[in-house]
């Protein structure tokens, strides 16, 4: 397989990029598909600034991403001429000056519903939005008034969630599901989406990349309950359907936002379908392992589960196509982010 950099130029060569960014910066706002390590600064559990977590990141280094490496946004970054990771927001090494080419907000265990964001004490998406006009007026104290609003109008806005308020609120809180069926959470939080793009619009945003749901029941986790459940070690199909309809109604309000708000370019990233192929044919891949994680047995870990001292563990992330029960490893993110380059993501090249 070739090398993502080697991907990412012929990619940019391809679709016509020329040496210069096509876009000054990379914003990131969502979960733990994203999370780059703003977790490591607030009081929850839901952490991996520890090994084996980051051991192929640059150096080794555990940098609180939900990988052995990096993630989607890291490679989409270095794609579009600009750093090869994107800093998260909150890591005390990093300043404004690091924050110009690209910041992620993310906080592992969010959602777009507030009450998501409660089930492990971790940062809900408004006190991402409040974090992000707080880097706006650092910006522009830092760059001046023109230059900083033209990176806030030009910059490639990354929105990555939802997963969690499927799996860790709506099937898991009795009171959500008392509430609502699973067709009007959806509806709640295409709502919930709409008023959060509308939010950003207002804010500057112009650019913005809405990603769809994987096929979450087909990630470790969920297998692994399928198969404790009596009903064998097999995708939990209904979970997918609840995903391929979401992004059914997500792919629908991109229509609808993109007709309402003027000036804005808002894309459909579904990664969904390239994830199932890597779950199904993983070896057309280079893989050789998608039903359980490469952290641990692979089944129940992560976090603080996926431990250095866990003698299970495989030696190598590459062969695997997921790093823990919730989370691809570095080499999937890798296919995900080149995947989305060639679709959704080359309208911004």
């Known amino acids: 397989m070739l090398s993502f950099p080697l991907l990412a130029c012929l990619l940019l060569c391809l679709l016509g990029g020329g040496g210069a960014a ?10 733990s598909s994203v999370d780059a390590g703003n977790n490591n600064q607030i009081s929850t559990v839901l952490r991996s600034n520890f090994r084996p977590y980051g051991r192929d990141f640059y150096g080794g280094k555990p940098t609180g991403r939900f990988s052995n490496g990096r993630i989607p946004p890291d490679f989409i970054s270095e794609a579009f001429g600009l750093r090869p990771f ?19 907000f993310a906080s592992a265990g969010t959602g777009f519903d507030n009450a998501t964001s409660n089930v492990l004490n971790v940062i809900p998406l408004w006190k991402e939005v409040e974090y992000y006009k707080e880097y706006q007026n650092k910006l522009k104290a830092y760059a001046g008034e023109t230059k900083a609003n033209s990176i806030i109008n030009e910059a490639l806005y990354l929105v990555s969630l939802g997963t969690n308020d499927f799996l860790e609120n709506y099937y898991t809180i009795p009171n959500t599901r008392s509430r609502y069926t699973v067709d009007q959470y959806q509806d709640f939080l295409i709502g919930l989406v709409e008023e959060f793009i509308t939010s950003i619009y207002g804010l500057g945003a112009r650019k913005i990349s809405l990603t769809g749901l994987p096929p979450m029941g087909c990630l470790p986790l969920e297998r692994s309950t399928n198969y404790v459940n009596g009903n064998g070690n097999e995708c939990m199909e209904g979970y997918n359907l609840v995903a391929l309809h979401f992004n059914e109604k997500l792919n629908g309000l991109v229509g609808k936002v993109n007709g309402k708000l003027s000036g804005i370019k808002v894309v459909f990233s579904n990664p969904y379908g390239i994830f199932m192929q890597m779950i199904k044919k993983p070896s057309l891949f280079g893989f050789e392992v998608a039903s359980v994680a490469c952290c641990a047995t692979g089944m129940f870990e992560m976090g603080y589960m996926c431990d250095q001292l866990n003698p299970f563990t495989c030696t190598d992330a590459n062969k695997y196509v997921f790093w823990d029960s919730f989370h691809p490893t570095q080499k999937a993110s890798q296919i995900v982010a080149t995947y989305l380059l060639k679709h959704s993501l080359r309208e911004f090249l």
């Open 22 to 31: 096509a876009v000054p910066a990379v914003i990131v706002f969502g979960d």
């Open 86 to 104: 994107v800093p998260a927001y909150l890591d005390p090494q990093y300043n404004i000056s690091d924050f110009v080419t690209g910041v992620c």
